[in-house]
């Protein structure tokens, strides 16, 4: 008897956590003037709502029907085509004095990885909160007429869409220019 007693309080045990993976809820719903039904979990003032008690079971934890993700091929190329580039300043050196009588700053960068022959991109020089447009190819960049003492360089890479795929970290040079003495 003692054993026929214990099955039925683990029958019990099972019913009730069955139950209590079931809950309840209501939906309320309604139709607009273009015939569009919608559904909401609470009642939308100023709408005339009819409700529906629904029973919810808990999915089990591994879906055995997953929906599959919609996938567009052109988004996936994209993701693939993006690459990480890195820009660096090779010259001048940060805090290096320049001296140039005519203001000319001649900057040289380094990209890796390379460019592909058809990546329509721009390079940029700024100096200071002037940008400067840069020989993309060669990475080589240079900025006229600039007057003597400290100024911030850094250079960028831009796709067609102005968004910066690559940045060098900001380098402070200082451009020195002889005064003559009249």
């Given at each position: 008897?003692?054993?026929?007693?214990?099955?039925?309080?683990?029958?019990?045990?099972?019913?009730g956590?069955?139950?209590?993976?079931?809950?309840?809820?209501?939906?309320?719903?309604?139709?607009?003037?273009?015939g569009?039904m919608?559904?909401?979990?609470?009642?939308?003032?100023?709408?005339?709502?009819?409700?529906?008690?629904?029973?919810?079971?808990?999915?089990?934890?591994?879906?055995?029907?997953?929906?599959?993700q919609?996938?567009?091929?052109?988004?996936?190329?994209?993701?693939?085509?993006v690459?990480?580039?890195?820009?660096?300043?090779?010259?001048?050196?940060?805090?290096?004095?320049?001296?140039?009588?005519?203001?000319?700053?001649?900057?040289?960068?380094q990209?890796?990885?390379?460019?592909?022959?058809?990546?329509?991109?721009?390079?940029?020089?700024?100096?200071?909160?002037?940008?400067?447009?840069?020989?993309?190819?060669?990475?080589?960049?240079?900025?006229?007429?600039?007057?003597r003492g400290?100024?911030?360089?850094?250079?960028?890479?831009?796709?067609?869409?102005?968004?910066?795929?690559?940045?060098?970290?900001?380098?402070?040079?200082?451009?020195?220019?002889?005064?003559?003495?009249?």
């Amino acid at each position: 008897m003692k054993k026929l007693s214990g099955i039925i309080g683990l029958a019990f045990a099972f019913t009730g956590a069955a139950h209590a993976a079931t809950e309840s809820a209501t939906v309320y719903y309604w139709t607009d003037a273009n015939g569009v039904m919608h559904f909401s979990d609470t009642p939308v003032a100023g709408r005339t709502m009819q409700t529906k008690q629904i029973d919810i079971a808990n999915p089990p934890a591994i879906n055995p029907n997953p929906v599959p993700q919609a996938s567009d091929t052109n988004t996936q190329a994209n993701q693939q085509a993006v690459i990480a580039y890195s820009l660096s300043i090779t010259s001048p050196l940060a805090e290096e004095t320049i001296r140039s009588n005519e203001g000319k700053i001649r900057v040289q960068s380094q990209l890796s990885p390379a460019l592909p022959d058809n990546e329509p991109v721009n390079l940029f020089l700024n100096v200071d909160s002037t940008r400067y447009p840069c020989n993309t190819a060669a990475l080589s960049c240079q900025a006229d007429n600039i007057v003597r003492g400290a100024h911030q360089l850094k250079t960028e890479l831009v796709d067609q869409s102005g968004k910066i795929l690559a940045s060098s970290e900001s380098i402070t040079i200082y451009l020195h220019q002889t005064i003559v003495a009249k």
